[in-house]
């Protein structure tokens, strides 16, 4: 692998008290029992009686690309599932029928409704549920004609103004149809979190390589770059039993990165020939991301889908404020960045002068403002315990014994770091956590105050999750190189796929990294690679 560039190719739990055993979260079945259930298929339950009175419009089921909840507020969430018309038949509006109930078999139903799944959003759905009591847990499902679809569980958000326990976060990236299983996903879902945190590439845009070999599965799609092609690739992850079973585990928030679209994608442009038709192919992946994705209305920023309002802040009481980042809608493209190329590379700094141009930004400056804006009120009369940086890549700089730096990353952007270095230090949270993705590694750093020289303070904490099932496309030796060049990094690994687990709670942040020990196998096992710890008020994870 190339320095700078993308792979072309592309636990142990610990004892605890979560929010839904606190006692406004009665818990009639053991949570591990229904999940397990869940990842079945559709259950067959009693369907209500207006079901049966009218005929089914599909001959397949049309719940086949399972059910997903996310974006959970003190008093919502959404909803989503997505219809799946038979192959080559169009398939006209439909009304689907929804139920949420605080127990699995429906007898005790909260809210019910109905929605329109329209052919010009893919026949998605998203309900956005309002009037819940916060910090509670349900049960949710849709039903069209005589068909139901799976049983979901999702939860509401505590009230903000409370300081619950424990939060338990799964966080991962990065799912390569090709390069392995989604093991992972079962193991997740065995881990039982309350939220899932998905940082980027949920799909990716290429077909399948010419050489095979080495690969866990293969798919006969082409390079997407249309509408059509992006759903087809969303309906082909979401085939997947287990990954299903992760949406309906819980409630997810979602950000993204550029395999949405494309590779190294910046902004409005891909570096490549055609503008126009590139704005064309973006439009069409954002307008697949949000009909596939459990977003709320309000990321449709754009009329024609030109934009979309992916950064957003969840709040989780007082414990928790999750800050999610968009690195791709508003970045300036990658220095140096040669026209026509496809990946960003690396650049080395005395050749690129345009690497240090302050006005170059990854974020954008509206968004850098609004995430100064929301440590701010995080570091207000100490309302915040822990101010969540979700994001999409390695934050924490990497210098490489070449000299060369990675373009694509925050190291590309050096300003744009120092100032949000600068922003949380100003503003001062009482703790700050950065996740991130992309890279296909796991990384566990030191994250130091601005500035230059070696004796600046630890200013926050990064843990960096390796991929789902994307290959890393290095080496350990040359990761373990690259620690030796950089003191502040704790951990780095190449070998492991798997995800992150954050046990969250008013005294202490734990991260626990767990790594399948088989990509290749659907079925395979799993266990824990590291665990970290950082203490409230004592930035800097701490080797457990």
């Known amino acids: 692998q190339a320095l700078g560039q993308k792979p072309r190719d592309g636990g142990l739990t610990q004892p605890r008290r979560s929010l839904r055993s606190q006692a406004r979260l009665p818990m009639p079945l053991q949570r591990r029992q229904w999940v397990q259930r869940a990842a079945l298929a559709a259950a067959a339950t009693a369907l209500p009686r207006w079901a049966w009175l009218q005929p089914t419009p599909l001959a397949a089921n049309p719940f086949a690309l399972g059910v997903a909840s996310g974006d959970p507020a003190p008093d919502g969430m959404v909803l989503w599932t997505r219809l799946l018309p038979s192959p080559g038949e169009p398939l006209p509006a439909q009304t689907v029928h929804w139920e949420l109930a605080h127990d699995e078999g429906f007898a005790r139903i909260v809210q019910k409704g109905q929605a329109t799944a329209a052919p010009e959003r893919g026949h998605s759905v998203h309900v956005e549920v309002r009037g819940l009591e916060p910090g509670r847990w349900y049960h949710y499902r849709f039903m069209l004609g005589q068909a139901t679809s799976a049983t979901g569980r999702t939860c509401t958000a505590p009230a903000l103004h409370a300081l619950p326990g424990r939060l338990r976060v799964a966080f991962a990236s990065c799912q390569r149809w090709e390069h392995g299983h989604y093991a992972a996903w079962r193991h997740v879902c065995n881990d039982q979190p309350d939220l899932v945190l998905f940082l980027g590439d949920y799909i990716y845009e290429y077909a399948t390589p010419k050489n095979t070999d080495g690969l866990a599965r293969t798919h006969t799609l082409r390079y997407a770059t249309t509408l059509a092609d992006y759903r087809d690739r969303y309906a082909l992850h979401k085939s997947d039993p287990a990954l299903q079973a992760a949406h309906a585990a819980c409630p997810w928030a979602v950000t993204w990165d550029d395999h949405e679209v494309q590779n190294d994608y910046a902004g409005g442009t891909n570096a490549q020939a055609d503008a ?43 414990l928790a404020q999750l800050h999610l980042l968009d690195d791709r809608q508003h970045r300036a493209l990658q220095a140096c960045r040669k026209p026509g190329a496809t990946n960003a590379g690396s650049v080395r700094p005395a050749d690129c002068a345009e690497l240090a141009d302050p006005a170059r930004s990854l974020l954008g400056p509206a968004q850098e403002q609004w995430l100064g804006e929301g440590l701010a009120a995080d570091a207000k009369h100490d309302h915040t315990r822990w101010s969540v940086l ?46 991130g993705g992309d890279i296909h590694q796991n990384y566990v750093c030191n994250v130091h105050a601005p500035g230059a020289g070696g004796d600046r303070p630890v200013l926050a904490s990064e843990f960096c999750g390796t991929s789902i099932s994307s290959r890393a496309g290095t080496t350990q030796d040359k990761v373990d190189a690259i620690a030796r060049h950089n003191p502040h990094v704790l951990l780095a690994r190449c070998e492991e796929r798997g995800y992150g687990l954050a046990d969250i709670t008013p005294e202490q942040w734990t991260t626990t990294l767990r790594a399948v020990d088989n990509p290749l196998d659907p079925h395979s096992s799993a266990h824990t690679l590291a665990r970290f710890v950082v203490q409230d008020r004592k930035p800097g994870p701490v080797r457990a």
């Open 390 to 435: 979700a994001q999409q890549t390695l934050f924490s700089p990497r210098r490489y014994p070449s000299g060369q730096v990675a373009a694509d990353g925050w190291d590309g952007y050096p300003a744009a770091r120092e100032r949000l270095l600068q922003s949380v230090q100003r503003h001062s949270p009482r703790n700050t956590v950065l996740l």
């Open 276 to 318: 126009a038709a590139f704005l064309t192919q973006r439009a069409a992946a954002w307008q697949a991301f949000y009909e596939n994705m459990p977003l709320r209305a309000t990321a449709l920023a754009g009329a024609q889908f030109d934009r979309l309002q992916v950064y957003r802040r969840l709040p989780w009481g007082r």
